[in-house]
């Protein structure tokens, strides 16, 4: 089923999936990834069990190291 979702401020159109299986379709690295989604974050470990639906909304932090 196709849904439409608003990534980090852009409507995006997918199959429905899980938040971890929209992360690795993006080709993001889990392991420095944040995801907000509806306004709340969810856990890394939780990822496969959020499935998006129509009219989610999520952004995806990526954190990077620096000095």
């Given at each position: 089923?196709?849904?439409?979702?608003?990534?980090?401020?852009?409507?995006?159109?997918?199959?429905?999936?899980?938040?971890?299986?929209?992360?690795?379709?993006?080709?993001?690295?889990?392991?420095?990834?944040?995801?907000?989604?509806?306004?709340?974050?969810?856990?890394?470990?939780?990822?496969?069990?959020?499935?998006?639906?129509?009219?989610?909304?999520?952004?995806?932090l990526?954190?990077?190291?620096?000095?």
């Open positions: 089923m196709e849904i439409e979702v608003r990534v980090n401020g852009t409507d995006e159109r997918l199959q429905e999936c899980t938040i971890d299986a929209l992360v690795a379709g993006k080709g993001l690295v889990a392991a420095s990834l944040v995801v907000e989604y509806n306004g709340r974050i969810v856990k890394q470990v939780d990822w496969s069990q959020v499935m998006l639906g129509q009219g989610d909304v999520l952004e995806l990526n954190f990077v190291g620096g000095g």
